[in-house]
């Protein structure tokens, strides 16, 4: 992103100088190059990194909201106390040896990984190949 911010840099102040002078035929010209420029770059605006935190948000609140819709009273419902399958018998309780946490977390990890993986060979933005 150093590299390229001199030059992006000028093409803003060059934008800039045209708008203030009127020379709306160039300053077109000029926004075009720049939005190529970005587009080549990978450079993301950050109107799309606020939607994205938007939706993410959203999608947090949508979750909490079915998560307190369907938790259950054990009252309510007797048989998750006995319809438990293979190594814990209690629904109502957690996994006691922690093998469906475990399970669940390595297929997030290599789901991520391998997708992320794949995803990298393409372009992408500038900030999301810093991490």
């Known amino acids: 992103m150093r590299l390229i911010n001199?030059?992006?840099?000028?093409?803003?102040?060059?934008?800039?100088?045209?708008?203030?002078?009127?020379?709306?035929?160039?300053?077109?010209?000029?926004?075009?190059?720049?939005?190529?420029?970005?587009?080549?770059?990978?450079?993301?605006?950050?109107?799309?990194?606020?939607?994205?935190?938007?939706?993410?948000?959203?999608?947090?609140?949508?979750?909490?909201?079915?998560?307190?819709?369907?938790?259950?009273?054990?009252?309510?419902?007797?048989?998750?106390m006995t319809g438990g399958f293979l190594w814990f018998k209690d629904l109502s309780m957690t996994d006691p040896y922690f093998i469906l946490p475990l399970l669940n977390s390595i297929t997030i990890f290599l789901n991520t990984y391998v997708d992320f993986n794949n995803v990298r060979t393409q372009i992408l933005p500038i900030p999301v190949q810093c991490f």
């Not at 840099?9 to 190529?36: C, V």
């Not at 587009?39 to 979750?63: A, E, H, K, M, P």
């Open 6 to 80: 001199p030059e992006m840099r000028d093409a803003r102040e060059k934008l800039t100088k045209l708008k203030q002078s009127g020379e709306q035929r160039l300053a077109l010209i000029e926004t075009e190059k720049l939005k190529k420029m970005q587009r080549d770059y990978g450079i993301v605006s950050s109107f799309s990194q606020v939607f994205l935190n938007i939706t993410q948000g959203f999608t947090v609140l949508v979750w909490a909201g079915l998560v307190q819709r369907f938790s259950f009273k054990v009252e309510d419902y007797p048989e998750m």
